[in-house]
């Protein structure tokens, strides 16, 4: 009696590159002391769409699975407020998030032969672009600009489903802290210092398809 062959188990093992779209709820912190007028506290969101690519590589051992992805977004990431300092003073601030990357380590269990589960890690960075305008009644208004690319850490999970023929899709999830930025600024007049820290932290969620040169069986 003829007996088919086994079924082919898909390999996770080798190069990949792919690319993803999602949403970011993000975090922003500002504090500030302006001499001889007050200071402020105030948290912000920072929402937006993004979108970018990725690239990596598996290696499978057993039903573990480890790897290495860096990945590069485009964002819209924005948000802004109007403050009051003192009755006569308010500042507005202006915060984008216009870009941002992670190159992060990657281990997985494989929940079924096609179906992985992972939790990753490692360094973020991104262009954070913080204004604040100063406006004084009577005198005007100024306004001081940060715009740097900042270094940090992310973490995250996800899940990752083979299609076969090399095709796979997952669903992410990052934290992304980008860390705080300090400074002193004078705002020309209307005659005020201030002195500045700007924190940003990320949460994002976004949907990936990869492809994996080789296949997959």
């Known amino acids: 009696m003829y007996t088919p062959p086994p079924a082919p188990v898909y390999s996770w093992t080798g190069i990949y590159w792919g ?10 912190k500002y504090d500030a002391t302006f001499l001889g007028v007050g200071s402020i506290s ?7 769409v ?3 690519v990725q690239t990596g590589y598996n290696y499978q051992f ?15 990431q924005k948000g802004g407020s109007t403050l009051g300092v003192l009755p006569l003073t308010s500042v507005t601030t202006d915060r984008k998030l216009e870009w941002f990357g992670t190159s992060r380590a990657r281990l997985g269990f494989l929940w079924s032969p096609n179906v992985l589960v992972y939790g990753t890690g490692g360094v973020a960075y991104g262009q954070v672009k913080n204004s604040a305008t100063i406006s004084v009644a009577g005198l005007g208004s100024a306004t001081t600009t940060f715009k740097d690319v900042k270094a940090g850490w992310t ?4 899940i990752e489903g083979a299609l076969g023929g090399g095709w796979s899709v997952k669903l992410e999830y990052l934290y992304m802290d980008l860390g705080k930025t300090e400074d002193t600024d004078i705002a020309p007049g209307v005659g005020i210092t201030a002195q500045e820290s700007w924190r940003f932290t990320d949460n994002i969620v976004r949907v990936g398809v990869n492809y994996k040169f080789g296949g997959g069986y």
């Not at 057993?62 to 819209?76: C, L, M, N, R």
């Not at 973490?155 to 996800?158: I, K």
């Open 19 to 28: 690319g993803n779209v999602g949403y970011s709820w993000g975090h922003s």
């Open 42 to 48: 105030n948290s912000e969101k920072v929402d937006g």
């Open 50 to 52: 993004i979108g970018g």
């Open 62 to 76: 057993g039903t573990w699975v480890w790897g290495f992805e860096t990945d590069i977004q485009a964002s819209g």
């Open 155 to 158: 973490a995250g999970g996800g």
